[in-house]
């Protein structure tokens, strides 16, 4: 596969197979990812990985939190408020799109919550993939995390397995950085699942869109 098909055929995969998955092989790639971008080579990722009896114990872990409603404050704010045109309206457009796949109306709240709360089961996917930065670190090398997760993504695209990259854990960090038992001075940043997608699943039937070049890329 070339860097070009990876890129086009990567999206986020809602619905996982319950299906083991090589787990040195996703260990190899996290490796592998680290020679992603990185300012001044200064590699500010902290990386954590959920697989097997743990990631059991763990989705237990959060079922009960997710029932209970219990949430965390926010470290860091994952959009800015409010969130501005044209961007709102991507973010509008993506989530209509795919309730209506799932066919839950957008009065249908409770239903939309409880799809929503699968994201802390990561979806289903036996792997799932924890970011931490350290707290001393500014704007540009959590740009660096992006650029490690995306490239982590591409390669598991690869090797043939589906991910969704997540911010939804920034309103379970206390319970994930117990979990993982991460250093204080380290913040989470986001989750990956991975594993095998469900492809008969609605959810997986179709990509974003993106926004037409004219309105993000100028001649300078």
């Known amino acids: 596969m070339s860097v070009s098909d990876a890129v086009t055929a990567r999206r986020s995969c809602r619905a996982f197979l319950d299906e083991v998955i090589d787990v040195d092989g996703v260990r ?11 300012g001044g080579n200064v590699q500010p990722w902290r990386v954590y990985l959920l ?17 209970k409603g219990q949430i965390d404050a926010p470290e860091y704010p994952v959009y800015p408020a409010p969130l501005k045109e044209p961007y709102r309206m991507q973010r509008f457009a993506v989530g209509e799109e795919m ?8 009065e ?4 939309r919550l409880k799809w929503f709360a699968n994201n802390y089961q990561f979806f289903g996917a036996p792997v799932g993939v924890f970011v931490f930065v350290d707290r001393d670190m500014g ?4 740009t660096d995390l992006g650029g490690y997760m995306a490239t982590v993504t591409l390669l598991l695209e690869e090797a043939g397995l589906a991910t969704c990259s997540q911010e939804c854990w920034s309103v379970q960090h ?25 492809t ?14 004219a309105v993000w890329l100028r001649d300078a």
């Open 28 to 38: 190899d790639v996290l490796v592998k990812a680290s020679r992603a971008a990185s």
């Open 51 to 67: 697989h097997g009896a743990r990631m059991d114990a763990f989705k237990a872990g959060m079922a009960e939190r997710t029932d």
């Open 99 to 106: 309730y209506a796949r799932l066919g839950i109306p957008r």
């Open 108 to 111: 249908d709240k409770m239903a």
């Open 139 to 142: 704007a540009a090398q959590w």
């Open 174 to 198: 206390k319970f994930v950085s117990e979990f993982v038992d991460a250093p204080v001075e380290e913040m989470l940043f986001a989750g990956i699942a991975v594993g095998k997608a469900d």
């Open 200 to 213: 008969a699943h609605p959810v997986n039937g179709f990509m974003t869109n993106r926004a037409e070049p």
